[in-house]
């Protein structure tokens, strides 16, 4: 499957402080998803991003389909302890299963 | 509860030797994905079945194969164990076979290889 390059690898934030985290690929996908996983549980989705250029929210979540269709991003505002975890983009060509990036890791302390 | 299960939830067995993974697909699902997931290869795609037949196949190794049954339920086969083989194995479930809505994942099986 195609590549994907998630960065940063890891975070160690201050609640309160706005994370950026982003995904690029070499080829490009006509679907991005963002997904976070805790300890103990499978990946849950968070947003999913179907049009080049589209800019989608879920509560203090905000992602973007890049113009080039090859990059993601995700933002998340006044992050809070509960943000922890995991998350991972991924991307799909129709037709084919989903190409994971190897995540970012967030830890925010109080 | 995501609505797709996995047993066991924790596996601890010899090189060598063979186990079974089983996933329960959310209800409605039709398609059942299999992942690895290892710290330094991230969510590694296996294979996909879609109501009972093989769709798609990723980096699944000789040693491992599954199949879907029809209730929809799926196994993951893995055999002549290695110590590599240590991973968190995922199934997933979607509603159609080129579901570009995201998958739902389960809690996934903790394989421990000794």
């Known amino acids: 499957g195609q590549q994907l390059n998630q960065s940063p690898q890891s975070m160690f934030i201050q609640e309160g402080e706005d994370v950026s985290m982003n995904c690029t690929s070499s080829?490009?996908?006509?679907?991005w998803l963002w997904y976070k996983q805790e300890p103990g549980e499978g990946p849950v989705l968070l947003i999913a991003l179907y049009k080049a250029g589209e800019l989608t929210s879920n509560g203090r979540l905000t992602a973007q389909f890049g113009i080039t269709r090859k990059d993601s991003f995700l933002n998340i505002s006044a992050s809070i302890p509960s943000d922890v975890g995991i998350y991972f983009c991924?991307?799909?060509?129709?037709?084919?299963?989903?190409?994971f990036g190897k995540g970012t890791s967030l830890l925010v302390t109080p | 509860d995501s609505g797709v299960t996995q047993t066991p939830k924790h596996l601890i067995t010899a090189t060598g030797q063979r186990v079974t993974l089983r996933c329960s697909p959310r209800s409605g699902d039709l398609s059942v994905y299999w992942y690895q997931q290892s710290l330094d290869q991230g969510l590694q795609f296996l294979i996909q079945?879609?109501?009972?037949?093989?769709?798609a196949k990723g980096n699944i190794l000789e040693r491992f194969s599954a199949q879907q049954f029809p209730d929809l339920h799926s196994e993951l086969n893995l055999s002549s164990l290695e110590l590599g083989d240590s991973a968190l194995y995922f199934c997933a479930s979607s509603a159609e076979g080129d579901d570009n809505y995201g998958y739902t994942f389960g809690s996934g099986t903790r394989l421990t290889v000794v």
């Open positions: 080829s490009i996908f006509n679907t």
């Open positions: 991924a991307g799909q060509l129709w037709g084919y299963a989903l190409n």
């Open positions: 079945y879609y109501n009972g037949e093989e769709r």
